[in-house]
């Protein structure tokens, strides 16, 4: 079972960048699509963006369009979330998850699975 790692939360001013990583225990990593999710307090998990597993693909939602880079580096068995110009609605709990089945491509409609702990991103007015 992949295990997966988030860091590189913290806080930020608005319009500030932070980079999240997410570190897989295992190679078989690489050969899944990865989704990264956000969660603010009193509401629900969303999805932010995900690559596919050979990340010629990738996806985002509406609101990170144009200010949100997700990528990976199957040598180091990790993905990253490159946030710029962060917005004070961005402040959650960012969390990461693996496509349940191998080799496909980024889409928030898969099946995600072994979600992180997350970490923590604060943006302040």
């Known amino acids: 079972q992949v295990q997966l790692v988030e860091s590189g939360g913290g806080l930020v001013q608005a319009g500030g960048s932070l980079r999240l990583s997410c570190a897989a225990s295992?190679?078989?990593?690489?050969?899944?699509?990865i989704g990264w999710f956000r969660q603010a307090p009193g509401k629900e998990r969303e999805f932010v963006a995900a690559?596919?597993?050979?990340?010629?693909?990738?996806y985002y939602r509406e609101s990170v369009k144009g200010r949100f880079t997700i990528s990976r580096d199957n040598a180091k068995n990790t993905v990253y979330l490159q946030m710029n110009s962060l917005k004070p609605e961005d402040t959650a709990v960012y969390s990461c998850?693996?496509?349940?089945?191998?080799?496909?491509?980024?889409?928030?409609?898969?099946?995600?699975?072994?979600w992180g702990q997350g970490t923590q991103v604060t943006v302040s007015s």
């Open positions: 998850a693996k496509d349940h089945f191998p080799y496909g491509v980024a889409t928030p409609k898969a099946r995600f699975d072994s």
């Open positions: 295992e190679s078989t990593f690489s050969r899944y699509s």
């Open positions: 690559i596919g597993w050979n990340a010629k693909s990738s």
